[in-house]
């Protein structure tokens, strides 16, 4: 089994060479900022720390945008720029090795599908998925509402449907317990659906679930297994990407239980474009990630926000990421070289270098690192040159990705898809229980009129039905009535008579 260590060695002092820049893995318990320009290979970065943190027992969930970070399941070759490289670094345990991964996609096409119900999702993620307005938003939450009052289960867009389309049709028994229902936002809603389905999201939906633990897993060769999310396509609506990560955040926060202090987290998950979260995000949305963000450390899940420039990131969040990054910066603007200055200021300052100099002039491999001591203090920052990953670097071929997943302990599992009842099948049953209790009433109506039209002449001459009396009855009316008037006149009498003695 892999030997585990209690801590990261994220690369050389530049400054002080043979002093390695580590990060310990008990005290960082504070998330973490990588920040830089494009091309200045932030996803190298997140690789060597995603392979330390499998070969120190601690599994790691990441957001793949371009492909390139596939890498990690294939060893890289050894070349004489690792090795000089390693000549500044002063690493033992440095040798091209693969990692165990797993692959995740959305779509199906590059890994294992990915899913949950819409249960599970807030109705204020669906409400920003179909970007809706404040009164469909309201729907939405009715819409929740009234199949938790049933327990009717939503597992996946039809259930959703067939819960809007029973508002629909019984909006008016339905105000008195929830409040009016307009009929043209439930349509706007419905609409949103199709264009979900049209972005392929219906598949996200369903059952099996993601399991939390399946992220959570070690190999036989003693590493943990590094989860690669495939978001090239996802990508394509910012909206539908950010989304997605946030639920997994949320997922996480809610179901791992809260540990006191631990040697080690129990998740690294890495958000790469982290700034398309915060991208026309509402205020309450935004003050649920920092709540979540706040909250989950006492879960021991660690996140690494990636992104270009730290200012992409509010202020409430990024207050709390103690431990960070800095890869080089573009100053083309003069909004530029303000959000330069203001980074600079952020570090605790190092007297050996200027660090507004720094961040204009690194090259690739290079880093300004700070993180906490083992105390948990902040430390110094660093002018880091980058350990070489042990991985290979850059994205792997479809057959090399397609026997990887093959291998996996997890084949044949999320690729069957599972549909038990739930509110499509009930609404459904109940629909069709009501159509034939409306049936029988109509059978047992035009049956009545049938037999009423079957009665024998003498019959219905001699005595009552509904449509005229029979001859027996007007008799015996008109007799009753004669001998009722004889009596009534026979009493009068002799009332009257007695008064008159």
Same mark, same amino acid.
């Given at each position: ?121 807030? =109705? ?17 939450? %009715? ?29 008016? *028994? ?74 997994? %955040? ?38 649920? %990630? ?43 603007? =003069? ?15 190092? *007297?050996?270098?200027? %660090? ?31 350990? =070489? ?13 397609? *026997? ?16 038990? *009842? ?80």
């Amino acid at each position: 089994m892999q030997e585990q260590k209690n801590t990261i060695t994220i690369g050389g002092d530049i400054l002080h060479p043979w002093e390695n820049v580590d990060l310990f893995l008990k005290r960082a318990n504070r998330h973490w900022l990588i920040s830089g320009a494009t091309g200045t290979w932030k996803t190298v970065t997140l690789q060597i720390l995603a392979e330390q943190f499998s070969k120190a027992g601690v599994p790691v969930f990441a957001s793949d945008v371009k492909w390139d970070l596939a890498g990690i399941a294939m060893a890289w070759k050894d070349h004489p720029k690792v090795q000089e490289r390693l000549k500044y670094i002063w690493i033992k345990d440095w040798s091209p090795k693969w990692f165990p991964t797993i692959f995740w996609d959305l779509y199906w096409e590059k890994g294992h599908p990915i899913r949950t119900t819409v249960s599970e999702m807030w =109705p204020i993620l669906l409400s920003r998925l179909m970007d809706l307005s404040e009164t469909q938003d309201a729907l939405l939450h %009715i819409a929740f509402k009234i199949a938790d009052d049933n327990w009717w289960l939503i597992l996946d867009l039809d259930d959703l449907e067939a819960i809007l389309s029973y508002m629909d049709e019984n909006s008016k *028994e339905l105000k008195k317990d929830y409040g009016n229902i307009n009929s043209s936002s439930i349509w706007a809603i419905r609409r949103d659906i199709l264009v979900l389905r049209e972005w392929g999201w219906e598949n996200f939906f369903g059952e099996p679930a993601l399991k939390l633990e399946d992220i959570m897993k070690r190999d036989f060769s003693g590493n943990w297994v590094v989860s690669i999310m495939d978001s090239r396509k996802l990508m394509a609506d910012a909206r539908l990407y950010s989304t997605f990560l946030l639920w997994l %955040i949320s997922e996480l926060f809610e179901q791992l239980p809260e540990v006191g202090d631990l040697d080690k987290p129990k998740l690294v998950f890495f958000f790469d474009e982290a700034h398309l979260l915060f991208r026309d995000a509402p205020k309450i949305l935004v003050e649920k %990630i920092e709540q979540v963000v706040r909250l989950i450390r006492s879960k021991w899940v660690w996140i690494y926000f990636v992104t270009q420039n730290p200012t992409d990131i509010p202020e409430t969040v990024r207050s709390q990421l103690w431990n960070r990054i800095q890869h080089a910066l573009r100053a083309f603007t =003069p909004k530029d070289q303000k959000a330069i200055k203001v980074v600079a200021e952020t570090f605790r300052q190092n *007297e050996e270098f200027d %660090i507004k100099e720094a961040l204009t002039e690194m090259s690739v491999w290079v880093g300004l690192v700070s993180c906490l001591d083992e105390k948990g203090r902040p430390q110094v920052v660093k002018k880091t040159l980058i350990r =070489p990953p042990e991985s290979r670097m850059g994205p792997i071929t479809d057959e090399e990705r397609k *026997e990887i997943i093959n291998r996996s302990p997890f084949l044949g599992f999320y690729e069957k898809r599972i549909d038990r *009842e739930s509110a499509d099948e009930i609404l459904e049953k109940l629909e069709k229980k009501e159509e034939q209790e409306k049936l029988a009433v109509l059978e047992a109506e035009k049956q009545k009129i049938e037999d009423e039209k079957n009665i024998p002449l003498w019959q219905e001459l001699l005595f009552w039905n509904k449509k005229k009396k029979g001859f027996v009855e007007t008799v015996g009316k008109a007799v009753m009535r004669k001998a009722a008037n004889k009596v009534a006149t026979k009493i009068a009498r002799w009332i009257f008579g007695g008064l008159l003695k």
